[in-house]
């Protein structure tokens, strides 16, 4: 007997893996299939033992990184003491990340996650509760947490969307007006309390 084959040994985590390889080296646009099957030196009927359609891959693979995303979120705020400023702080992770892995950040701002299914609705609600934990100085219910949420992810999804555009053509620094709007958030989240 020889070797198990590659089609033949592959998990879907290997599957996963690769994509997120593929992203890293290529962008967003190389999470498909038949992309993956290749850098693995496979065929995709190998992958569809593990994920049923490319949108199943597409939704795994943006699960994952929502994970490593707030696996590296958590570790940054792990010592700090939890008051309004580390607002801004999770802002620049967020900035800083989306600049370091385009590709990641694009796959995770373009699958979308429903509550209705079951992986997707215990990373949402692990997005919830580390909001919940970075937001503890403001005191906010499960209502306004979800405010501030959807308000924080567009203002903050919104800017990164613009700077990567490059329609951010005026003079003043990008920096600061970054600066400037997560300021104005934290003052929005206190609004909503």
Not at 74 to 94: N, R, V
Not at 164 to 174: F, I, V, W
Request: with cysteine.
């Amino acid at each position: 007997m020889g070797r198990p084959t590659k089609e033949n040994s592959l998990t879907k985590q290997d599957a996963i893996a690769a994509a997120i390889e593929c992203i890293d080296r290529e962008g967003a646009s190389a999470l498909g299939v038949s992309r993956v099957a290749r850098f693995l030196g496979i065929t995709p009927p190998a992958i569809y033992k593990h994920l049923e359609s490319g949108a199943a891959l597409q939704k795994a693979t943006a699960i994952e990184l929502w994970r490593q995303y707030l696996t590296k979120c958590q570790t940054t705020i792990a010592e700090k003491t939890i008051t309004s400023d580390l607002l801004k702080q999770l802002g620049h992770f967020t900035r800083n990340f989306a600049k370091t892995y385009p590709g990641r950040y694009e796959v995770m701002m373009q699958v979308q996650l429903l509550p209705s299914e079951p992986e997707a609705a215990a990373i949402i609600q692990e997005c919830l509760n580390f909001l919940r934990q970075a937001l503890n100085a403001y005191e906010l219910n499960d209502t306004q947490l979800i405010d501030a949420m959807r308000m924080l992810n567009a203002a903050i999804y919104g800017f990164i969307a613009l700077e990567r555009a490059g329609l951010m053509t005026l003079e003043r620094s990008c920096d600061r007006s970054y600066d400037v709007m997560l300021e104005a958030l934290m003052v929005a989240i206190e609004h909503i309390k």
